[in-house]
C-alpha cells in the first residue's frame, strides 16, 4: 500500500503528505520501491536495465539521470556487464540505482 502498488480496504494513512488511497501518479514519483528480489533483466547489461528503467519512468532527460547514477552509485567499473554476471552486492547497488532514478533531488 504504501509503494501504491494496492488500494487499502480502510482505514487511511499518507506517504510523504499524500494519501495511500490516492493512486496519483506524483507519489510515485516521490516514492521508490525496491523488492526484496532482484527486478532486474539478468540478460541486460547494467546500462540496459537503467535505460529501461529510464523509459519505464518517462524520464525526459534519462541519458544525463543515468549517467549521473553510475557515478554517484559507483557503477562505472560494472556497467557493461550483464546482471548475471554480477555478484549479490553489485546486482543490489544496481537495483537500488535503477529504484532511485526518478528521484528528485
Known sequence: M?????RPD???GQ?????????????RVLTGYMP???SLYRELSVIENLRFR???HRLA??????A???????????VDRRVAQL??????????AATMLHARR
Open 15 to 27: 506517504v510523504l503528505g499524500v494519501d495511500v488511497a490516492d493512486r496519483l501518479r506524483r507519489r
Open 54 to 56: 529510464g523509459r519505464v
Open 10 to 12: 480502510s482505514g487511511t
Open 68 to 78: 549521473q547514477a553510475i557515478v554517484r552509485w559507483g557503477l562505472e567499473e560494472v
Open 36 to 38: 526484496q528480489r532482484l
Open 87 to 96: 555478484s549479490g552486492g553489485w546486482s543490489r547497488r544496481v537495483q537500488f
Open 2 to 6: 504504501l509503494a501504491g502498488l494496492i
Open 61 to 66: 532527460n534519462a541519458k544525463d539521470v543515468i
